[in-house]
């Protein structure tokens, strides 16, 4: 069975520039959840959806947003880019949107320069 | 008070023997416990997850829940130098899938 797949797995942009991540979840999994992980903030909860609805959300700027497709995968963008947002983003399946088993991909390193 | 609390470490503790890591959370309407071992440049992997006050067990590892007092902990048996990592605890509250975590507690394992 395959795990969370994300991509792409490294890049590099510019301040200003907007970067779209995505995500596969688990087979069967309906709910995908994302993650902002800095060495100063560690890991914070930026948004989950289920069913393609947006279920919940984090305390980050509006330059943050996601979506979920009927298939289940996801895409998170970040638009004007700072360079506080070099992170790695780790998107989350999970097989019930209730908070069963939660799996993590291997993340995308984004930096920003 | 921060949601969930770790002691950072590191946790230094010999091959073979049992390495204790604890978590404090704050929300009594916390309803599941995860624990995750994160390599340097990983993403974080699950360990154990528990939901119900006790123990679970599950090879080397036994996840232990005490509602009432609020903290969950993780033993680790017969530590190997493969253990060494950061240890994350995450707590689950509500319907969604929003994990809350604490900062994590680097374990060294020591030849």
């Not at chain 1, 506080?84 to 291997?106: M, P, R």
Request: net charge positive.
């Amino acid at each position: 069975k395959a795990g969370v797949t994300q991509t792409p797995r490294y890049l590099i942009k510019t301040r200003g520039q907007q970067v779209t991540l995505s995500c596969s979840p688990i087979s069967g999994h309906r709910s995908v959840s994302w993650y902002q992980q800095t060495p100063g903030q560690g890991l914070q909860f930026l948004f989950e959806y289920f069913s393609e609805t947006q279920r919940n959300k984090g305390n980050f700027p509006g330059r943050f947003s996601g979506r979920q497709f009927s298939n289940s995968r996801s895409e998170m963008n970040v638009s004007t880019l700072e360079l506080g947002d070099s992170a790695l983003y780790l998107c989350a399946s999970s097989s019930q949107g209730s908070g069963n088993t939660i799996y993590f991909g291997e993340g995308s390193w984004l930096t920003v320069v | 008070q921060k949601e969930v609390e770790q002691n950072s470490g590191p946790l230094s503790v010999p091959e073979g023997a049992i390495a204790s890591l604890n978590c404090t959370y704050s929300d009594r309407g916390s309803q599941s416990f995860f624990w995750y071992r994160q390599y340097s440049g990983k993403s974080p992997e699950l360990i154990m997850f528990i939901y119900s006050n006790g123990d679970k067990e599950d090879g080397r590892f036994t996840a232990q829940l005490n509602k009432a007092s609020q903290y969950v902990s993780l033993l680790i048996r017969d530590s190997q130098p493969s253990d060494s990592a950061t240890y994350l605890c995450a707590v689950l509250t509500g319907t969604a899938s929003k994990l809350t975590f604490g900062t994590g507690t680097r374990l060294q394992v020591t030849l």
